[in-house]
T-cell receptor, first 116, second 112 residues
Framework: AQSVAQPEDQVNVAEGNPLTVKCTYSVSGNPYLFWYVQYPNRGLQFLLKYITGDNLVKGSYGFEAEFNKSQTSFHLKKPSALVSDSALYFC??????????????FGTGTRLLVSP | EAQVTQNPRYLITVTGKKLTVTCSQN?????MSWYRQDPGLGLRQIYY???????DKGDVPEGYKVSRKEKRNFPLILESPSPNQTSLYFC???????????FGPGTRLLVL
């Protein structure tokens, strides 16, 4: 069965500094990997995804993520953090069920706090 | 505008009183899912549907029912809510050959 680990409950970074939010995964076969962001009292917004191809994926709001197959990781990064980036971030992986349904499994989330 | 809508957004109820949370998408997506979000547990799938009249259990289906009579709608039914179903619920949809899943705004449920 597939799983996702986000080892940090919270990440603190100063505005203007680079940020990294970590994610590791376990899945049979090739992974489909996603990052979503949740702002207070809002739903989940799609940030970026890795399906195949270039290991560095660029997404919305200046975020990017690096797929590392040997380390089974998909860390989210941004070169220069903004206070408005403060939110809850979820990593997710899609695997395959026997029925063919591609189930999306989420990590427990990492709260990013960017201080002015 | 392409979107997933849920109603109500907030709901307070009492134990045992049946309730339904509606979900609708306007993207003609085949796949729809319900998740609940709880602190420290992330999002866990309750039920999913691959098409009209095709539904199956997710990871935490106990105490919930769903139906998919029309492609656009996927209501979540709690026949006899209990306090441990107090949570934030999200509906989501995606097309059969698209990888991105789109989420509704969420329904915050409190069961007293």
């Amino acid at each position: 069965a597939q799983s996702v680990a986000q080892p940090e409950d919270q990440v603190n970074v100063a505005e203007g500094n680079p940020l990294t939010v970590k994610c590791t995964y376990s899945v049979s076969g090739n992974p489909y990997l996603f990052w979503y962001v949740q702002y207070p009292n809002r739903g989940l917004q799609f940030l970026l995804k890795y399906i195949t191809g270039d290991n560095l994926v660029k997404g919305s709001y200046g975020f990017e993520a690096e797929f590392n197959k040997s380390q089974t990781s998909f860390h989210l990064k941004k070169p220069s953090a903004l206070v408005s980036d403060s939110a809850l971030y979820f990593c997710a992986v899609r695997g395959f069920e026997n029925t063919g349904f591609q189930k999306l499994v989420f990590g427990t989330g990492t709260r990013l706090l960017v201080s002015p | 505008e392409a979107q997933v809508t849920q109603n109500p957004r907030y709901l307070i109820t009492v134990t045992g009183k049946k309730l339904t949370v509606t979900c609708s998408q306007n993207m003609n997506h085949e796949y729809m899912s319900w998740y609940r979000q709880d602190p420290g547990l992330g999002l866990r799938q309750i039920y999913y549907s691959m098409n009209v009249e095709v539904t199956d259990k997710g990871d935490v289906p106990e105490g919930y029912k769903v139906s998919r009579k029309e492609k656009r709608n996927f209501p979540l039914i709690l026949e006899s809510p209990s306090p441990n179903q107090t949570s934030l619920y999200f509906c989501a949809s995606r097309g059969a050959w698209r990888e991105t899943q789109y989420f509704g705004p969420g329904t915050r449920l409190l069961v007293l």
